[in-house]
């Protein structure tokens, strides 16, 4: 069965620090792979998205996610982060019917000015 | 578009009562979810429909629950009766193209 595993429950940096996202997933095929973030008291959006080809992909807000598949991640980073980063970031992989998306527990990010 | 559309954004109910969230989905999306958000479970897909038609509720955690898309543009989430665990934030997505969109969610206290 499918399943994401992201290992870190919460992570804090301080503003302008590097951050990255681990993301681990299981899935028989080549999976489709999305990261999501979630501000406080909002849905979840859309950070960026893998379906094929060029395995480093950007998002918006300056992320980025690259894709390697021997060894199932698709980590999250980001170079500079700024104090509005401060969410909840879910990393998901997708299978191929219907749209179903299967989600991964969150990382929380806390800021530090 | 507006994007995807939840009512009510809050609401308060006792024990016992019947509870009716509604969703609408953007245009011209075919898939329809439905999920459920507490700091104890994460994040939990209750149901989800395609073209109108239910095709999983096996995430719906008890017969109390009932979730309905009578049409393209609308779908309701119904708790009879609710209980105080049922308390958590409700979300409604739809989709294009494997891509989710989420609404801002209907935060359901139970007293």
């Known amino acids: 069965a499918q399943s994401v595993t992201q290992p870190d429950i919460h992570i804090t940096v301080s503003e302008g620090a590097s951050l990255e996202l681990r993301c681990n997933y299981s899935?028989?095929?080549?999976?489709?792979l999305f990261w999501y973030v979630q501000s406080p008291g909002q849905g979840l959006q859309l950070l960026l998205k893998?379906?094929?080809?060029?395995?480093l992909v950007q998002g918006i807000k300056g992320f980025e996610a690259e894709f390697k598949r021997s060894q199932s991640s698709f980590n999250l980073r980001k170079p500079s982060v700024h104090w509005s980063d401060a969410a909840e970031y879910f990393c998901?992989?997708?299978?191929?019917?219907?749209?179903?998306?299967?989600f991964g527990p969150g990382t929380s990010l806390s800021v530090i000015p | 578009d507006a994007g995807v559309i939840q009512s009510p954004r809050h609401e308060v109910t006792e024990m016992g009562q019947e509870v009716t969230l509604r969703c609408k989905p953007i245009s011209g999306h075919n898939s329809l979810f439905w999920y459920r958000q507490t700091m104890m479970r994460g994040l939990e897909l209750l149901i989800y429909?395609?073209?109108?038609?239910?095709?999983?509720d096996s995430g719906m955690p008890e017969d109390r629950f009932s979730a309905k898309m009578p049409n393209a543009s609308f779908s309701t989430l119904k708790i009879q009766p609710s209980e105080p665990r049922d308390s958590a934030v409700y979300f409604c997505?739809?989709?294009?193209?494997?891509?989710?969109?989420f609404g801002a969610g209907t935060r359901l206290s139970v007293l």
């Open positions: 997505a739809s989709s294009t193209r494997a891509i989710q969109y």
């Open positions: 893998y379906f094929s080809g060029d395995t």
């Open positions: 899935y028989g095929a080549t999976p489709y």
């Open positions: 998901a992989v997708g299978e191929t019917s219907y749209d179903k998306v299967i």
């Open positions: 429909f395609n073209n109108n038609v239910p095709i999983d």
